[in-house]
Protein backbone atom coordinates (compact mmCIF):
# COMPACT_ATOMS: atom_id res chain seq x y z
CA UNK A 1 0.00 0.00 0.00
CA UNK A 2 1.05 4.01 0.19
CA UNK A 3 3.60 5.02 2.54
CA UNK A 4 3.18 8.90 3.35
CA UNK A 5 6.25 10.07 5.24
CA UNK A 6 6.01 13.83 6.90
CA UNK A 7 8.48 15.94 8.18
CA UNK A 8 9.38 18.14 10.14
CA UNK A 9 7.35 15.86 13.75
CA UNK A 10 7.75 19.40 15.00
CA UNK A 11 7.98 23.31 13.82
CA UNK A 12 8.19 26.37 15.71
CA UNK A 13 7.93 29.84 14.08
CA UNK A 14 7.53 33.72 15.04
CA UNK A 15 4.87 35.21 14.20
CA UNK A 16 5.01 36.96 10.48
CA UNK A 17 7.40 34.13 9.21
CA UNK A 18 6.64 31.39 7.05
CA UNK A 19 6.12 27.46 7.76
CA UNK A 20 6.67 24.80 5.51
CA UNK A 21 5.85 21.11 5.81
CA UNK A 22 6.69 18.47 3.07
CA UNK A 23 5.87 14.83 2.58
CA UNK A 24 6.71 12.11 0.53
CA UNK A 25 4.55 9.20 -1.11
CA UNK A 26 4.96 6.04 -2.55
CA UNK A 27 2.32 5.15 -4.85
CA UNK A 28 2.51 6.67 -7.84
CA UNK A 29 -0.53 5.83 -8.77
CA UNK A 30 -1.76 8.45 -5.81
CA UNK A 31 -3.52 11.70 -7.08
CA UNK A 32 -5.51 13.02 -4.38
CA UNK A 33 -2.97 15.19 -1.75
CA UNK A 34 -5.66 16.98 1.06
CA UNK A 35 -3.89 18.93 4.03
CA UNK A 36 -5.91 18.61 7.25
CA UNK A 37 -5.33 20.95 10.16
CA UNK A 38 -6.21 19.63 13.90
CA UNK A 39 -6.47 21.72 16.67
CA UNK A 40 -6.78 20.65 20.08
CA UNK A 41 -9.82 18.61 21.34
CA UNK A 42 -11.15 18.92 17.76
CA UNK A 43 -11.34 16.24 14.95
CA UNK A 44 -8.89 17.70 11.42
CA UNK A 45 -10.65 19.76 9.44
CA UNK A 46 -9.40 19.74 5.49
CA UNK A 47 -7.61 23.07 4.56
CA UNK A 48 -6.61 22.83 1.42
CA UNK A 49 -6.30 20.34 -1.04
CA UNK A 50 -4.30 19.15 -4.43
CA UNK A 51 -4.62 17.08 -7.69
CA UNK A 52 -2.32 15.37 -10.05
CA UNK A 53 -3.37 17.56 -12.85
CA UNK A 54 -2.49 20.69 -11.34
CA UNK A 55 1.04 21.85 -9.68
CA UNK A 56 0.33 24.29 -7.18
CA UNK A 57 -2.72 26.10 -5.36
CA UNK A 58 -2.77 28.41 -3.19
CA UNK A 59 -6.22 29.74 -0.62
CA UNK A 60 -4.87 33.25 1.08
CA UNK A 61 -2.09 32.69 3.06
CA UNK A 62 -1.53 29.13 2.70
CA UNK A 63 -0.55 27.13 -0.28
CA UNK A 64 0.64 23.92 -1.50
CA UNK A 65 2.68 22.53 -4.17
CA UNK A 66 3.02 19.18 -5.92
CA UNK A 67 6.31 17.55 -7.82
CA UNK A 68 4.80 14.00 -9.11
CA UNK A 69 8.22 13.26 -10.85
CA UNK A 70 9.49 13.60 -7.16
CA UNK A 71 6.93 12.00 -5.37
CA UNK A 72 6.26 14.65 -3.03
CA UNK A 73 4.53 17.54 -1.88
CA UNK A 74 4.18 20.90 0.43
CA UNK A 75 2.43 23.15 2.43
CA UNK A 76 3.47 26.94 3.18
CA UNK A 77 2.12 28.70 5.11
CA UNK A 78 3.12 32.45 5.02
CA UNK A 79 2.34 35.36 7.50
CA UNK A 80 2.13 32.88 10.32
CA UNK A 81 -0.09 33.85 12.89
CA UNK A 82 -0.82 32.39 16.48
CA UNK A 83 -3.67 30.63 15.62
CA UNK A 84 -1.92 28.51 13.01
CA UNK A 85 -0.79 26.68 15.74
CA UNK A 86 -1.88 23.15 15.44
CA UNK A 87 -0.73 19.73 13.99
CA UNK A 88 -1.06 19.16 10.45
CA UNK A 89 -1.13 16.25 8.35
CA UNK A 90 -0.71 15.55 5.10
CA UNK A 91 -2.65 12.18 2.90
CA UNK A 92 -2.63 10.96 -0.24
CA UNK A 93 -5.35 8.73 -2.15
CA UNK A 94 -5.00 6.86 -5.12
CA UNK A 95 -7.60 8.06 -8.00
CA UNK A 96 -9.83 5.73 -10.37
CA UNK A 97 -11.68 4.40 -7.71
CA UNK A 98 -14.49 5.70 -5.31
CA UNK A 99 -13.33 2.93 -3.29
CA UNK A 100 -10.24 4.48 -2.26
CA UNK A 101 -8.73 5.38 1.29
CA UNK A 102 -6.78 8.12 2.41
CA UNK A 103 -3.02 7.57 3.62
CA UNK A 104 -1.89 9.55 6.47
CA UNK A 105 1.43 11.24 7.75
CA UNK A 106 2.30 11.35 11.43
CA UNK A 107 1.38 14.66 11.49
CA UNK A 108 3.60 18.18 12.38
CA UNK A 109 3.43 19.98 15.73
CA UNK A 110 3.48 24.13 14.17
CA UNK A 111 3.53 26.62 16.93
CA UNK A 112 4.08 30.22 15.72
CA UNK A 113 5.09 32.71 18.89
CA UNK A 114 3.50 35.78 19.27
CA UNK B 1 -25.40 20.97 8.10
CA UNK B 2 -24.69 19.76 11.62
CA UNK B 3 -21.41 17.70 10.52
CA UNK B 4 -20.37 14.15 11.85
CA UNK B 5 -22.21 13.25 14.96
CA UNK B 6 -20.17 11.18 17.26
CA UNK B 7 -21.26 9.73 20.64
CA UNK B 8 -20.38 9.65 23.31
CA UNK B 9 -17.78 12.63 23.74
CA UNK B 10 -15.99 10.96 26.36
CA UNK B 11 -16.04 7.09 28.03
CA UNK B 12 -14.15 6.03 30.92
CA UNK B 13 -14.47 2.14 31.15
CA UNK B 14 -12.61 -0.57 33.16
CA UNK B 15 -10.84 -3.18 31.81
CA UNK B 16 -12.83 -6.09 30.70
CA UNK B 17 -16.12 -3.90 30.11
CA UNK B 18 -17.71 -3.63 26.71
CA UNK B 19 -17.52 -0.19 24.69
CA UNK B 20 -19.34 1.22 21.82
CA UNK B 21 -18.81 3.96 20.21
CA UNK B 22 -21.85 5.37 17.76
CA UNK B 23 -21.43 7.70 14.81
CA UNK B 24 -23.83 9.61 12.48
CA UNK B 25 -22.09 10.98 9.19
CA UNK B 26 -23.32 13.64 6.99
CA UNK B 27 -26.94 13.39 5.46
CA UNK B 28 -26.26 12.01 1.82
CA UNK B 29 -22.23 10.88 2.32
CA UNK B 30 -21.53 7.00 1.14
CA UNK B 31 -18.54 6.52 2.91
CA UNK B 32 -18.03 5.92 6.37
CA UNK B 33 -14.39 5.66 8.08
CA UNK B 34 -13.24 5.18 12.00
CA UNK B 35 -10.16 5.78 13.02
CA UNK B 36 -8.06 5.96 16.04
CA UNK B 37 -5.59 8.37 17.17
CA UNK B 38 -2.53 7.75 19.86
CA UNK B 39 0.62 9.48 20.44
CA UNK B 40 2.91 6.53 19.67
CA UNK B 41 1.25 5.31 16.18
CA UNK B 42 -0.81 8.72 15.19
CA UNK B 43 -3.64 8.55 13.05
CA UNK B 44 -4.74 5.20 11.96
CA UNK B 45 -7.50 4.23 9.88
CA UNK B 46 -9.57 0.94 10.89
CA UNK B 47 -12.32 0.33 8.64
CA UNK B 48 -14.04 1.93 6.13
CA UNK B 49 -17.28 1.48 4.93
CA UNK B 50 -18.82 2.50 1.11
CA UNK B 51 -22.96 2.42 0.63
CA UNK B 52 -23.04 0.15 4.08
CA UNK B 53 -20.81 -2.55 3.09
CA UNK B 54 -17.71 -2.36 4.93
CA UNK B 55 -14.89 -2.56 2.42
CA UNK B 56 -11.14 -2.97 4.08
CA UNK B 57 -10.94 -4.01 7.79
CA UNK B 58 -7.29 -4.63 7.37
CA UNK B 59 -6.89 -1.58 10.45
CA UNK B 60 -8.66 -3.58 12.97
CA UNK B 61 -6.66 -4.37 15.77
CA UNK B 62 -7.49 -8.04 16.56
CA UNK B 63 -10.89 -9.85 16.67
CA UNK B 64 -12.06 -7.42 19.94
CA UNK B 65 -12.68 -5.06 17.55
CA UNK B 66 -16.33 -4.67 15.88
CA UNK B 67 -17.57 -2.35 13.36
CA UNK B 68 -20.93 -2.32 11.83
CA UNK B 69 -23.12 0.05 9.71
CA UNK B 70 -26.76 -1.08 9.77
CA UNK B 71 -28.07 1.78 7.63
CA UNK B 72 -26.88 4.93 6.05
CA UNK B 73 -27.42 7.26 9.03
CA UNK B 74 -25.58 5.39 11.58
CA UNK B 75 -22.29 3.47 12.53
CA UNK B 76 -20.84 1.79 15.19
CA UNK B 77 -17.62 0.78 17.09
CA UNK B 78 -17.47 -2.02 19.33
CA UNK B 79 -14.79 -3.36 21.67
CA UNK B 80 -15.17 -6.07 23.81
CA UNK B 81 -13.22 -6.80 25.99
CA UNK B 82 -11.36 -4.08 26.90
CA UNK B 83 -7.86 -3.21 27.39
CA UNK B 84 -6.15 -0.51 28.61
CA UNK B 85 -4.42 -0.23 25.72
CA UNK B 86 -7.49 0.57 23.21
CA UNK B 87 -7.97 4.39 25.41
CA UNK B 88 -6.90 6.67 22.59
CA UNK B 89 -9.30 9.19 20.55
CA UNK B 90 -11.90 7.66 18.21
CA UNK B 91 -12.80 9.57 14.82
CA UNK B 92 -15.59 8.68 12.39
CA UNK B 93 -15.14 10.52 9.53
CA UNK B 94 -17.31 10.70 6.57
CA UNK B 95 -17.18 11.42 2.45
CA UNK B 96 -19.07 11.61 -0.73
CA UNK B 97 -16.73 9.47 -2.71
CA UNK B 98 -14.41 7.56 -0.79
CA UNK B 99 -11.20 8.48 -0.23
CA UNK B 100 -11.15 11.14 -3.44
CA UNK B 101 -13.09 13.75 -1.89
CA UNK B 102 -13.13 15.47 1.62
CA UNK B 103 -13.13 13.50 4.28
CA UNK B 104 -15.16 15.71 7.42
CA UNK B 105 -14.51 14.06 10.63
CA UNK B 106 -16.65 14.13 13.50
CA UNK B 107 -15.22 15.64 16.85
CA UNK B 108 -13.71 12.29 18.37
CA UNK B 109 -14.45 10.28 21.31
CA UNK B 110 -11.82 10.07 23.97
CA UNK B 111 -11.62 6.73 25.64
CA UNK B 112 -9.70 5.55 28.59
CA UNK B 113 -9.84 2.16 29.73
CA UNK B 114 -8.62 1.66 33.49
Known amino acids: GENVEQHPSTLSVQEGDSAVIKCTYS??????FPWYKQELGKGPQLIID?????GEKKDQRIAVTLNKTAKHFSLHITETQPEDSAVYFC?????????????FGRGTQLTVWP | DAGVIQSPRHEVTEMGQEVTLRCKPI?????LFWYRQTMMRGLELLIY????????DSGMPEDRFSAKMPNASFSTLKIQPSEPRDSAVYFC????????????FGPGTRLLVL
Open chain 2, 93 to 104: ASSLQGGRETQY
Open chain 1, 27 to 32: DSASNY
Open chain 1, 50 to 54: IRSNV
Open chain 1, 91 to 103: AASRGGSTLGRLY
Open chain 2, 27 to 31: SGHNS
Open chain 2, 49 to 56: FNNNVPID
